[in-house]
């Protein structure tokens, strides 16, 4: 039902390198379709019309100086409103952080800048990345513009319905335990979460630390591809970060994958709807049809990846949301003294899943109670990882649902947070191992909506991972 | 001798011994109760930039001109870990004999405006430096539990309301230039005694600091802090509660806190009270301890690993590299200073020059033919105010120490050419004693005004000879007078000895 262009990334920079297409043109074109569907939409915060025009000209001027342009050349980009931009409102979708304007830069968004990118704007999220849904933000849900009685899914929602609208080339999200793959499939799209360390993370408002990461959100897996070679590698000032360089992944997509083995998860979690485990079944058909071998392997603690994480990321959470405190930046509700005025900021600030969690992580790390909650979670983190390092001795790549079911109809799960935890089931456990997976649209299913095919990779495995991701998608 | 322990500490790669229990002496009991002391003590490392930012560790600046996403805890702002502050936080670690280990880095979460992220990064279950130990005169060994890198908070100061604390006053400022500055905490193990012994590791901690470089230690700018954990208990029983307290910013105030607080604890047990655990405040000016939390409301850190960060595993080639460049450290210093001067390497004299880093230009002096005794007594008392490095060539000194030694001159003469020498920053001694008309005299011409005294005052003479010590003054007095000050003291009185004697 979209009628706004769809170019992919690798060709907007091809033809605006090479002189045959505007950067003002491609922008030109998403501000069209925001102006045409962003009221109903609602993907951005944010839409930074001017600087965008500004920085299409500019490299439209480069270009006819016959100046190097760089890789993403007039490539418009929607960033996730968690997601530092010098200068640019960065508000998490909270009421704690509206106006405020980072002195900074994220390194991703430096790189992104380097290489020719144009950003649009900063789109909608469930606050602080608390969500499967994107309801849970301040200023309002975003719709799926596939169908907009659904959800775009979440928390990257705003980014995933972006690109999914046409209102610009690319997105990017970050996943704490599914936040990118999860909209993905929900919205037809490819998503990327990036082995942990690959892509840095300074300048990303914490969530999860030891979970988040950045990743795009394109059209094709090529576009994919690019995007994690322009943003990947080492940063010097994200100590988690990899000293390595970025991976070469456009150069894998034409392999194939002869030989390779994908692996099936025989105690996979249940709860899959019929139409998206049949999507799941041809995918492996099609894998195999093109010379990949399916082998059977186990993750037995795969099932008790939620509870972990919904006890590891919320107690990181509660200590990484603690700075907002009224105290140097953002809202401040002044009281007659300092604890009631924490208490009353804090209370307005934020909304009831960023309370709910600050709860539950401050309750799994409390003296007596660490040991039976967050000690224990780091226990099962760790046997997920055993799990996994056992069946990758088995295969290549694993292939599961990226999410349970298709879009999602507004309100269906909000009452009943176990229900929407549940959406993440098949990505959490990439995140708790640290791990790279991607999500990859094929075909669809129920009420003719996307179905994305999950593949997960072990750490460092991004270039089996895009090989299988790209016969995929020529198979699609 | 604390450096030849830490190397065989270390090499081994076996922690240093734990001392022997520790056990007061009968005489250091209080009303027979044993005082036990143990103390945590924070100093801020000597580094360019902060422990996880590159902004400037300055004391003293304009507020908040030193400060950057990272120390402010913006969104979105990662720490990076400054590889001197480690560096620096290693030395300390292994001049107290510590075991250098692979470690992590916690984070200890409370809310307090002055502290950015609400949470502060500290070293928890795997510090970087444990099971050392400080030697004290006496060779007293009080152990090292762990010496551990954190950053420092911001720094509030609170205006209008009552006693400068934030609840009841009318605003507060924060000052971040202070926020992310590295320190080390040193918690020593609960093996001191007495005050003293208190006061005795904190001064030797401080002369290590210095002697590494790794901090400037001024108690006064709070740049070395003290937590002093106190409680009493009868001998052979088990350690009684403790208290712990804070704001003790002297090395006299840690002996007064003591003290004051071993007093008041023995007297609430032996009117039948019971200890509580508590935080207290140390208050200089009244010379008393306040309450400032009990235990049930201590507030819980939730203390888990700090995921921004990665372990630190220091490695062996490194480790190795900083214990080889570790300057000579106070005691080994003391006890070569005691052995060159014939001094006790517990005399104050010893003990100041080291602490002044003069013990090295004592040596030079020596080196170059002075006297190394006298040398020592010149400094101690002349070059208060010189620099580790004096400005007196070390021969200028070296010669003044002989005039004195050969009886060229009196002490006191020499005395007023060491004045004169360190204001003029060195000189010819020779030809200033000569400018001066400063000679030795000759014993025909010292006797002749000895004689001179005797016969003027009879009375002070019988007494004198009847054995009356007080009645030299008088007679040595009235020949410094008659010499006009040229005459040695000392020789006087040796000649009216021998005169009595005879």
Redesign the interface.
Known sequence: MSTAPRRSVVDVAAAVAGGTLTATHVLEENLAAIAAREKEIHAFNLVTTERARERAARIDADVKAGKNVGRLAGVTIALKDNMCTRGVETTCSSKILAGWKPPYDATVVRRLADEGAVFVGKTNLDEFAMGSSTENSAFGPTRNPLDTSRVPGGSSGGSAAAVAAGFATASFGSDTGGSIRQPAALCGLVGVKPTYGTVSRQGLVAFGSSLDQIGPFSTTVADAALLMEVIAGHDPLDSTSIPQPAPSLVNVLAQGVSGMRIGRITDMPEGSSPDVLARLEAAFDALRAAGATIVDVTMPSMSYGLTAYYLVAPAEASSNLARFDGVRYGLRVDAQDLNAMYGATRAAGFGDEVKRRIMLGTYALSAGYYDAYYGKALKVRRLIADDFAKAYEKCDVMLTPTSPTVAFKFGDKTSNPLAMYLCDTFTIPTNLAGHAAMSVPFGTGEAGLPVGVQVLAPALGEAAMFRVAAELERAS | MNTSASTSAGTSGEPAANPPSVVAAAEQLIDGWELVVGLEVHVELATKTKLFSASANRFGDEPNTHID?VT??????????NRQAVELAMRLGLALNCRVQPCTFH?K?Y?Y?DL????QVSQYDQPLNVDGFLTLPGDVRIGIERAHLEEDTGKSTHFGGTGGR??GSDYSL?DFNRAGVPLVEIVSRPDIRTSEQAKQYVSELRAILLAVGASDAKMEEGSMRCDVNVSVHKPGTPFGTRCEIKNVNSIRAVGRAIDYEARRQIDIITSGGAIKQQTLHWDDAAGRTNVLRTKEDAD?Y???LE????PLVPDAAWVERVRAALPPLPAARRASLATLTGQSKESEAVAVVVERGQDAYVVEVAKVGGDAARALVYVQQGFAQEPAAPRVPAGDLAALTLLEKNAKITATQAKTLLADLVAAGGGDVIAMAKSKGFEAMDSGTLEALVDAAIAADPDAWAKFKAGEQKAMGALVGAVMKSSKGKADGKAVSALLAAKAAE
């Open positions: 996403p402010l805890g913006l969104p979105g702002a990662l720490p990076v870990l984070r979460n809310f405006p950015p992220k609400a949470y934030i609840h924060i819980d939730r203390y888990f995921p921004d960060l990665v």
